[in-house]
């Protein structure tokens, strides 16, 4: 747990309830002395929730749970619940959540197995995207990805580039200037070196983010940056892969202050959109909007039509190749 948290750590518990076979209803009823928190991490199918002065119970779902959204991940890191507290007297060892509010944003994709969405983090106003400038080098197909993601769960997308002192800065600015063009904060920094995490932090300053990026990038290092105490182990990146070593096994939340907080989550390496359908993808390149409704046919993918303004405007340099190339990549995904 962290430094300035009290945990109330219960004891074993027998036997454990799939999410599975949770009644689900919409009706609010909380009795008075439930508490209200945040899903500050999950362990295995239990939820460790946050109250308001920062202590944190471990808890279960109960039997039937009132739920505001409709999503098929019941719980994610950043939900907002209630839950009856543990009664260590009578033998309750767990806090039992019987409420999730509504949901005002989420960051959704799909499993690596199965076909249920898999919401990785809710509640947030920024996707703080976060790539390295090199070892490993930035994945501009994953960040249009996340981009979308972020824009489809009506979160604010940034862009974050560590380790600076790995390459030109006059290289980076002319290859990533293109999200800036887009409306897309972008924000350079070195945590080995602490360049830049100040101007990182005010930008985070009053605002809910959740952390996003692949492995090895330094998600960890800046973390323990922005905090000032470590909170998250850091590991090098395979040099067999040059791929990130996986360091955050699930989502973690952590608080600043009370409007203010960073959900950490897991390392990624590939990144499927769901809750869009093919037709709608044109509407979350921002760049495309100029061109889209001057296409010969309607709608049009964009893809093979003739007459298509949008591949017009990618020969004419007016929406660039890589884009539009990413453009295509996600609609080739999408059903």
């Known amino acids: 747990m962290d430094q300035e948290h009290k945990a109330i750590i219960p004891r074993k518990q027998k036997g454990k309830r799939s999410l599975e076979r ?60 209630s839950f009856l507290p543990p009664d260590l007297d009578k033998g309750i060892n767990f806090g039992s959540i019987i409420y999730v509010e509504t949901r005002k944003s989420w960051l959704s994709r799909k499993p690596l197995i199965g076909v249920r969405e898999d919401v990785v983090a809710v509640n947030a106003e920024i996707l703080m995207i976060i790539m390295s400038a090199d070892n490993p080098i930035y994945n501009t197909r994953l960040i249009d990805r996340l ?27 002319s290859d990533l200037k293109i999200y800036r063009q887009l409306g897309c904060p972008l924000i350079f920094v070195s945590a080995h070196l602490g360049i830049g995490i100040d101007d990182l932090k005010l930008f985070l300053h009053g605002k809910h983010s959740i952390f996003t990026g692949p492995s090895g990038v330094g998600k960890s ?33 952590f608080r600043i202050d009370d409007n203010c907080s960073i959900i950490d989550t897991p390392g990624i390496r590939e990144f499927g959109i769901v809750n869009i359908k093919k037709e709608e993808l044109t509407l979350y390149f921002k760049e495309f909007a100029d061109f889209y409704e001057h ?14 303004e949008v591949k017009s405007a990618v020969e004419r340099g007016k929406i660039t190749e890589e884009r539009y190339i990413s453009y295509v990549n996600i609609y080739e995904t999408l059903k």
Request: aromatic share 2%; with cysteine.
């Open 221 to 253: 290092s800046i973390l323990n940056s922005i905090l000032g105490y470590p909170v998250q182990k850091i590991q090098d990146v395979s040099s067999k892969t040059s791929k990130g070593k996986h360091t955050t096994s699930t989502g973690r939340l």
């Open 147 to 173: 981009i979308v993601s972020a824009l489809v769960g009506n979160l604010k997308p940034a862009l974050c580039i560590n380790k600076i002192d790995l390459m030109d800065l006059a290289i980076l600015n």
């Open 295 to 308: 296409c010969r046919f309607m709608p049009c993918s964009h893809t093979h039509e003739p007459g298509c």
């Open 22 to 81: 949770i009644q689900i209803k919409s009706n609010k009823l909380i009795p008075i002395h439930a508490v209200s928190g945040i899903v500050s991490s999950i362990v295995g199918k239990n939820f460790i929730v946050q109250t308001e002065n920062h202590l944190e119970f471990e808890c279960i779902v109960s039997g039937t749970i009132s739920s505001e959204h409709g999503k098929a991940s019941i719980l994610s890191v950043g939900d907002k619940v």
